[in-house]
């Protein structure tokens, strides 16, 4: 019948139809715009480009330029009052349910003066996708209708919808807001789940913004990165160029002198050097305690993790208020978490010059092992191996 559209489709065919249809736009998202266009992590095939541009001119009407931009200074100002969607200036409300809004109020010429440079800006960008860009919208709602019928329209919405909610308003909001963070970056990201299927890998929010410029979000082996399976399927095909990932941990045994080597390892991985340190220090210190503490004080180790290994830009005053009272508590930890600080400060010298940050991380490693304290002399003694993978390490 007419209503059932051309394909005439069940009801359970129309939803899988929803489905894959609402993923290729996630995908165009994640691997396209994001991946490829914001951060220039991976190169793309320039069929599979102008398919991804063409697909999200139908489906949101979105322009790379206007995205790529949006996206950058969200990067360059998160989580201050410049920053165009930061739940922490703005709210976790006006985020989750304005996220179009804010996208739309963002597009100012200057931001996309400043950070929008390197996007496309051919013949069919300017003179089609820019200057209609309710055009394509329009044609999709045509097809759906064609295809699906009656339903079709619901089928539209939808399509329309999935991205102003699920980018704008969860990635964007929810992601610097609630769930679990692998790495203290400066900025309030967390990864909402770890598998990140749904919204093509978007959802390891955290990972991403600790390394920016990688290609892929998953970091750790549980976690699950759909987009990232996609970028390695073209790039079998020769259709994607992977060109940064997040850099690893290289180690030598029989390396023990702290040189130029040895501190940009620790610098290139601060992240995950800070990550080891709370699991490999602070948590068998914690757990010892916490399980010799009375239930008043088991309360206060609860969040003593988390406390311990916050950004200080991100806690509030009444975790302040916490800490203090936390290592007021144990004099452990407090030296755990002052020795932690000292090992940040080294990184955070930008006018140190290479042999003062040597000097720095030796000192800091010395007064480490003579702690006396087996799990943070353990930590140090590790630090002496790290080195730059062989390709980078200075002769």
Not at 235 to 263: F, N
Not at 288 to 315: F, S
Request: hydrophobic share 40%; net charge neutral.
């Amino acid at each position: 019948m007419w209503y059932n559209g051309l394909l005439d489709l069940s009801w359970w065919q129309v939803i899988l139809a929803v489905l894959l249809l609402t993923h290729i736009t996630i995908v165009s998202v994640t691997v396209y715009l994001h991946r490829h266009s914001a951060h220039r992590a991976l190169d793309l095939h320039p069929a599979v480009s102008h398919f991804f541009r063409f697909w999200l001119w139908m489906t949101t009407g979105m322009q790379t330029r206007d995205w790529t931009a949006i996206h950058r200074k969200h990067h360059a100002k998160c989580e201050t009052e410049e920053d165009p969607h930061s739940p922490v200036t703005r709210g976790l409300n006006t985020v989750m349910w304005q996220g179009a809004e804010l996208y739309r109020a963002g597009k100012t010429p200057e931001t996309l003066e400043k950070y929008g440079k390197g996007t496309p800006e051919d013949w069919i960008e300017k003179n089609l996708y820019r200057r209609y860009e309710l055009l394509g919208i329009a044609i999709m709602f045509v097809i759906d209708v064609l295809l699906f019928g009656a339903i079709g329209i619901t089928v539209w919405a939808i399509q329309m919808l999935w991205i102003p909610f699920f980018a704008a308003g969860v990635i964007n909001g929810l992601g610097h807001h609630s769930g679990y963070r692998n790495y203290e970056c400066p900025d309030a990201s967390t990864n909402i789940l770890p598998w990140g299927i749904l919204i093509g890998g978007e959802e390891l929010h955290n990972n991403h913004h600790t390394y920016p410029s990688s290609a892929k979000l998953s970091n750790k082996w549980w976690e699950f990165d759909i987009g990232w399976m996609y970028i390695r399927l073209l790039s079998l095909m020769g259709l994607a160029q992977v060109k940064r990932l997040p850099p690893t941990i290289y180690t030598l045994d029989s390396k023990q002198d702290i040189d130029r080597d040895t501190v940009m390892a620790i610098i290139n991985n601060r992240f995950q050097v800070m990550a080891r340190y709370s699991d490999q220090v602070i948590h068998p210190l914690l757990q010892q305690v916490r399980g010799e503490a009375d239930k008043q004080h088991k309360r206060l180790y609860r969040k003593a993790k988390r406390l311990l290994n916050r950004n200080n830009a991100l806690i509030t005053q009444k975790e302040e208020q916490s800490l203090a009272n936390l290592l007021e508590e144990n004099a452990m930890l407090k030296t755990l978490y002052e020795k932690r600080m000292e090992l940040q400060a080294i990184w955070q010298r930008r006018a140190s010059t290479n042999d003062e940050i040597i000097h720095a991380l030796h000192d800091w490693i010395h007064k480490a092992e003579e702690s006396g304290i087996q799990m943070l002399s353990e930590f140090a003694q590790n630090l002496r191996h790290y080195t730059l993978p062989p390709t980078h390490r200075t002769a």
